[in-house]
């Protein structure tokens, strides 16, 4: 079965810093990666996903990901962050069925220093 | 815009009470999901469905049903609420394929069973 794991529950990051989001995926074959950002009290928004091709994937808000096949790992990066990427981030895997939904990490809560 | 909508932000019922979750998605999605959001535990597969009338067990289907009576729209239901059914209830929904259609969330029910 595929799961995902999210090593970091928390991160402390200061406002202008770079930062990096954890994710390893366990899958037999190329997975359907994602993630996902979640501001307080609202639902989930896809902000980046990777199918295939171009290892390195940009999204929105100015984040990007790479996808590493050699260390199951598909991380999230962003240059120089804002107090307004506080929030929780979840990693999630796609078997590619596509009827059977996503498996999620258990998520990383992103924390802004000023 | 695509919209996922759920109809209650918060709900508060006493255990043993049958409890009624509605979403409703505008986007002609032929599947739709409900999550569980707990801290700690990231998103978790309730049940799914990929069609009218037809439905699949997610990862932790047991004391939850569902109903699709229209493609529209995906009920979770709790025939009997007991208190550790206290979370976060969220609903999803995308077309059949994942390459051009994410996971669309509505912004959760939060339910509390006293």
């Known amino acids: 079965a595929q799961s995902v794991t999210q090593p970091d529950i928390h991160i402390t990051v200061s406002e202008g810093a770079s930062l990096e989001l954890r994710c390893n995926y366990s899958?037999?074959?190329?997975?359907?990666l994602f993630w996902y950002v979640q501001s307080p009290g609202q639902g989930l928004q896809l902000l980046l996903k990777?199918?295939?091709?171009?290892?390195l994937v940009q999204g929105i808000k100015g984040f990007e990901a790479e996808f590493k096949r050699s260390q199951s790992s598909f991380n999230l990066r962003k240059p120089s962050v804002h107090w307004s990427d506080a929030a929780e981030y979840f990693c999630a895997v796609d078997s590619g069925g596509g009827a059977d939904g996503l498996t999620f990490g258990k998520g990383t809560h992103l924390i802004i220093q000023p | 815009d695509v919209k996922v909508t759920q109809s209650s932000r918060y709900l508060v019922k006493r255990t043993g009470e049958k409890v009624f979750l509605e979403c409703v998605q505008d986007?002609?999605?032929?599947?739709m999901f409900w999550y569980r959001q707990d801290p700690g535990l990231g998103l978790r597969l309730i049940y799914f469905?990929?069609?009218?009338?037809?439905?699949e067990k997610g990862d932790i289907p047991e004391g939850y049903s569902v109903s699709r009576e229209k493609k529209e729209r995906f009920s979770l239901i709790l025939e009997s609420a007991s208190t550790n059914q206290t979370s976060m209830y969220l609903c999803?929904?995308?077309?059949?394929?994942?390459?051009?259609?994410?996971?669309?969330f509505g912004n959760g029910t939060r339910l509390t069973v006293t």
């Open positions: 986007m002609d999605h032929e599947n």
């Open positions: 899958y037999g074959a190329t997975p359907y």
């Open positions: 999803a929904s995308r077309t059949r394929d994942p390459y051009n259609s994410p996971l669309h």
């Open positions: 990777y199918f295939s091709g171009d290892t």
């Open positions: 469905s990929y069609d009218v009338k037809m439905k």
